[in-house]
C-alpha cells in the first residue's frame, strides 16, 4: 500500500463530542469541546483541553471543577450552539432553554436534559501550547437508566455524537467484536 505523507495535525483522530459546564450560579456556562478523552482507569481521569482565549478557561481556571455533559445525536444543535457562541455575550442555558442541575459533588452544574454526566474536579493543569490541558478526576457520573448495563454505560444503546474534521458523526455500526476476540485464533 502506497502512502501519503501528511503534515503532523491531529484534528481527523474522531472524537465523542461534548458540552463542558463551567462556572457556578450565574456566571455558569456551557463549551462544547472535543478534547476529551480518558487518561487514566485508576483513579478515573479525563483529560480535557480548552484555548485560554475561551470564555470557559477563566472559569475553570478559577473554580477547578467542571461538568462533561455528553449529548444524544438529536441534541446537536444545542452542542453545535455551545460551540459556536461565546458566554461572554450570551446566556447559553437560557437561549436553549437547558435547565442546571445540582451536582452531588461538585458545585458546577450538570445540563439537565442531558443523558449522561461526569463531575470533575481538576487535579493538574499543563500548558501544551494551544490548548492547556486540565486533566479531571471523575469523582461522579449520572447517567439516564435507559444508557446503563451492569453499571457501566451500554454500548448497544451508545449513539452520541463524534466529530471528525468539522463534522458531526453518528457511531451507528454497533459492536464488531468483544474485548479478546482474538485469542481465540489459533496457529
Ligand atoms: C464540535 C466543536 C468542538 C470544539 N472543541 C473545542 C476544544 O476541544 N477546545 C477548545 O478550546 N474549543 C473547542 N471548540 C470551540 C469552543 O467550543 C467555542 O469557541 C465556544 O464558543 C467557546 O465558548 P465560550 O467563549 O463561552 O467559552 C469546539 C467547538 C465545536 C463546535
Request: glycine share 6%; hydrophobic share 35%.
Amino acid at each position: 500500500m502506497k502512502k501519503v505523507e501528511l503534515s503532523p495535525k491531529i484534528s481527523t483522530f474522531p472524537m465523542p463530542t461534548a458540552v463542558i459546564s463551567v462556572g457556578i450560579g450565574e456566571e455558569a456556562n456551557l463549551i462544547t469541546l472535543a478534547y476529551v478523552g480518558k487518561v487514566c482507569f485508576n483513579p478515573p481521569i479525563i483529560a480535557v483541553s480548552i484555548q485560554p482565549k475561551r470564555h470557559s478557561y477563566q472559569l475553570i481556571d478559577k473554580h477547578g471543577e467542571f461538568v462533561i455533559n455528553y449529548p444524544t445525536i438529536e441534541q446537536l444543535k444545542e452542542t453545535d450552539y455551545c460551540g459556536t457562541r461565546s458566554g461572554r455575550d450570551i446566556n447559553k442555558w437560557k437561549d436553549l432553554n437547558l435547565t442546571k442541575e445540582q451536582a452531588t459533588i461538585v458545585k458546577v452544574p450538570m445540563i439537565k436534559e442531558f443523558p449522561w454526566n461526569m463531575e470533575c474536579k481538576v487535579i493538574k493543569k499543563i500548558e501544551l501550547g494551544s490548548h492547556v490541558c486540565f486533566f479531571g478526576r471523575v469523582v461522579a457520573t449520572h447517567s439516564d437508566p435507559n444508557y446503563v448495563k451492569n453499571e457501566v454505560l451500554d454500548p448497544e444503546k451508545f449513539n452520541f455524537p463524534a466529530y471528525i474534521a468539522g463534522n458531526y458523526l453518528e457511531l451507528k455500526k454497533g459492536i464488531l467484536e468483544k474485548h479478546g476476540f482474538s485469542e481465540e485464533i489459533t496457529n
